[in-house]
Each structure stands twice: as structure tokens, then as C-alpha cells.
């Protein structure tokens, strides 16, 4: 057998297998095992799933990183249109030049971001200065540090550029003339935007949101290192009985549950996106 | 360009800004707490960092660890996009599905597994662990960035440098290499940009490796200090002048190639 071009994803796949797909089977294999006295001993147990399947807390962190994940999701969107819409306006020239101001804040480390937020927000931090120059407020806001807000904050913005690009894309091949012409016909901007644009931008929309919840969901430092009290996630629960309870099963088990769950509300959530209308006219009339 | 538009775009970039633009200000305050109002103009804070060791030592770690995650993310994704745009590849659609596993896979998730498998085999966590694991992150992105760019290659001239006598690796060489370089480059920034950018792979596979984001996160837990702002502001600057190179370079080659044309 010669060589062909095509055989150059075998290396690739072997990688992405050995360094992906072997450690999460891995894990499957692991939530069955059991403990004894700090060892990982070979077994067919459930007792893992059981105490899992059992457990208040687990679930409510498995539903907290799905309803954070949605939530990061919905405000992406809402703010992403805007600005994605009027980036569609900008002179070619103007758009390169815009792709890396878009990007650049995602170049920053993780660690970067969320130190600079804590001191725009905190109780002497930029915002509580002004607002308190400004005499709107007497006494520094306390929810803007360390609470379920600022999780919110810091986590539409890290994944904002990535929805206004997904969506920024999708605009970019509406055909303008779609547009003036619903304009002529009488629509107002309004209706132009929910009759014309958002629906032929929805494949945009589904990508970004896939893209924004796969990274929003199981992120874990923000909601640690911002969130206060309420910064209790279910990856730092699987950290915490992987590092220092040793009860890797258990940590398999709840990884292997949150896993499952954000792939099938992203399925879903895709999928609910691409039945519109707008998204089967442009992806295809089969 | 409407004035609506214009001010959304501003307001955005004010956004996203913000905190950098912050950090930057108070990074130049004379003061140690981190409050307003300003106290006045230092460069104290940059002169404590420079004479901070372990800093020092942390960021030869991240660049030095930056560097093979580039490249191997590079190597990767060219293999990858090649295989991706070769004509009659029947796995195509499940090798693309392959390829989006690491980007869907949480971070947290995926370090974790590789973390578990690791300490049963007996590998070490370490600097090769870290490189491997963030190259492996970065693979979607260095693909998605050449393949964007192979698809638009008309393949023809590879046909044409073949009948004309050219060993395949020859017409890659001398006819597509050409083409794609500005898009291995920025395969190689992403790479280099989203290790140095990582936090979550290194509290997983770090082991004894400190790099750079490791050390500020355990002495962030504890305060906040303007020596680390200055620092982050090294970082920043340093992250900006990678893109700004690489963005330039990618226009000339462009240039370059147009003039050819």
C-alpha cells in the first residue's frame, strides 16, 4: 500500500484517542472500581453510581454547571447580536482590525482575567468608586465580589467573543439585499431583524452557543477564585475527591454524570436551534 | 455605518477592555492597595518583579513549555487539515467529529482522566505530561486555522507539479507549503498563546513544573499585590507583541504572495 495524503490522520486520531477518548474510558472503568485503604482495586462494583445516584449535592452541581452553562449561553446571545450586527457594517478594511480587538481579551490567561476583575469589583475596585463618586450609591456594593453575580460577569465575558464571531460569521453571508428589500416592503428594523436576519443567522447562533456552553458549563476556577461562597462547582467537588478524599471511583462516577448530562443538554440545545426554519434554509434543503 | 452601531461597537470593546486597562493603571500606582483614587506615578512594582527569582524562573517554565505545545500543535493540525482535504477519505466526517472531542470535552474533565491514567501507569506528571495534554487542547484550533485556509487551495497545481515531474513531497514543498505558511504560523501562535493562557491543565498535570499561571494563582489566593499586576501587564504585553508579530508577518506573506500572483 502507497502512501496517500489521507493517511496522515492516522497519527492524529491515534493521539486524540490515546490523549482523549483512552483517559474518559478510563473513567468509565474507574466509577466501578473500589477503594481500599488508599488503593485502587479492580472490581465490578456500584457502589459509586449508587452513592452518586443518591447524592443531593451531586445533582445540584450537575444542575448548577448545566444552568450555568445556559445561562452564559442566553446573555453571550443577547449581547453578541448587537455587536456581531454592527461589525457586519464596518468597511472591509476595518474588519481585520476588528477581529483582533475582538480576540486579543481571549489571548489573556485565565489567572489575568479573573485577577482584573477582582479589582474592578471590589469594595474600593473601579466600579463601587464611581458609582460612589457619583453619589448613587452610599455604601460599596458587596454583591459585585464573590457572588453568583460576578460568576455571571466573568463568565459572559470570557465567552462573549467567541458567540459575537459565530455569529459575526453567519451575518457576514446574509445577503443585504434580503434585508432592504423586507426595509421597501415596509418591515421595521425590528421585524426585519426577527423575520429576516436572526433566522438565517441561527446556524451562527448554534454553533457559538455549542461553543460558549461546552466552555462555560464545566469551567471551575472562575466560580472558585469569584464566586465566593456560591463558587462551589461540580469539577471542584471531582478535584476535591480525586486529590484528597482518594475516592476515585466516586470522581469518575460524578465526572463521567456531568459529562453526560452537558453533552446531552448541548445536544439538545443545538438541535432545538437547527430545526428553526432560517437554519434549514441555509444549511441546506434536503 | 450608523452612529447605533458605532456606539455598540464602542461600548463592547469598553467591555472587554476594562479589566485589562485596570490591571495596566493600577500596575503604575503608588500604592499597595489596589483602590482609588490614584496615588501617583511608579515603576516600583516593575522594578520588585524584576528582581523576584521565582518569578523569573516561572516564566522561562511557561515559555519554555509554550514552545513545543506551538509547534506540536502546528505539526498536528497541518497533518490533520492534509488529511482532512485529501481527496477520497471515506472517515472524513468521524475524523472531523475525532478532532472536536478535545474542544468539547471540559478542560477540568479531560486533565483529570489524563491525571488518573497517568499515575496507574506510572507516568509522571511533569513538563512533558503539560505539553502534551495543552498541544492536545490546542489541536482544534491549529486545524480549524489551516484547514480554513487548504480548502480554498486550488488543487490542481499539486496535480500540475506532479505531471511536471514533482515527488509529492517536492509539490508539498515547494507548492502548497508556500500558500499555507501564514496559516502554520498562526497555528503555531494559538498554540503557544493558549498554553501560555492555561490554568485549569497545570493544577491537573503540573506535578512539580511551576509555570508562571500556577504561581500567580496560589499567591492569588492569599491577596492581591501590584507586583503581580505588574506582571500580568508583563504577560499581557508580552502575549500582544506574539499576536502583533504574527499578525504582521501573516500580512506580509499575504502581500508577498499577491504581488507574485
Known sequence: ?286 | MGRIGLSVLIVAAGFLYLPLVVLTVFSFNDSALMAFPLSGFTLEWYRELAQNDNFLKGFVTSFLIAQPVGILAMLFGLMASLALTAPGFRWRGLFAILLLVPFLVPKSVLSIAQAMIMSRVGFERGATALILAQSLVALPFATALISAVMVRFDRRLIEAARDLGASPWQAFLRVLLPQIRPALSGAYSVGVILSLADLTIAMFLAGRTQPLSLMVASEFRRELRPDLNAMQVVVLALTAALVGISELYRRRRLRKLAAEA
Open chain 1, 1 to 286: 500500500m502507497t502512501f496517500r495524503q489521507r493517511h496522515l490522520a492516522l497519527p492524529v486520531a491515534v493521539a486524540i484517542v490515546a490523549g482523549c477518548l483512552a483517559p474518559l474510558a478510563v473513567l468509565v472503568a474507574f466509577s466501578f472500581y473500589e477503594v481500599e485503604d488508599f488503593d485502587l482495586i479492580p472490581a465490578f462494583s456500584f457502589r459509586a453510581w449508587g452513592e452518586l445516584a443518591t447524592s443531593a449535592t451531586d445533582w445540584f452541581l450537575i444542575g448548577k454547571a448545566v444552568l450555568s452553562g445556559v445561562t452564559t449561553t442566553v446573555f453571550t446571545a443577547l449581547l453578541g447580536y448587537p455587536v456581531a450586527l454592527a461589525l457586519t457594517r464596518l468597511a472591509t478594511s476595518a474588519k481585520g482590525l476588528a477581529i483582533i480587538v475582538l480576540l486579543t481579551p481571549l489571548y489573556t490567561g485565565e489567572i489575568v482575567r479573573i485577577y482584573a476583575w477582582r479589582i474592578v469589583l471590589g469594595g474600593e475596585g473601579l466600579v463601587n468608586t464611581v458609582l460612589q463618586g457619583l453619589g448613587l450609591i452610599d455604601e460599596p456594593l458587596k454583591f459585585l465580589l464573590f457572588s453568583p453575580f460576578t460568576i455571571g460577569l466573568v463568565l459572559t465575558y470570557n465567552n462573549l467573543p467567541f458567540m459575537v464571531l459565530a455569529i459575526w460569521v453567519s451575518a457576514e453571508m446574509v445577503d443585504r439585499r434580503l434585508i432592504e428589500a423586507a426595509r421597501d416592503l415596509g418591515a421595521r428594523p425590528v421585524d426585519a431583524f426577527f423575520r429576516v436576519i436572526f433566522p438565517l443567522t441561527t446556524p451562527g447562533l448554534a454553533a457559538g452557543s455549542l461553543t460558549v456552553f461546552a466552555l462555560s458549563a464545566g469551567e471551575m476556577l472562575t466560580p472558585s477564585l469569584l464566586g465566593g461562597t456560591s463558587g462551589a462547582t461540580a469539577m471542584a467537588l471531582v478535584d476535591n475527591l480525586f486529590g484528597t478524599a482518594f475516592d476515585w471511583p466516586l470522581a469518575s462516577a460524578l465526572a463521567l454524570a456531568l459529562l453526560a448530562t452537558l453533552f446531552l443538554v448541548a445536544s439538545a440545545m443545538a438541535g432545538l436551534l437547527l430545526r428553526l426554519k432560517g437554519a434549514r434554509a441555509v444549511i441546506g434543503r434536503t
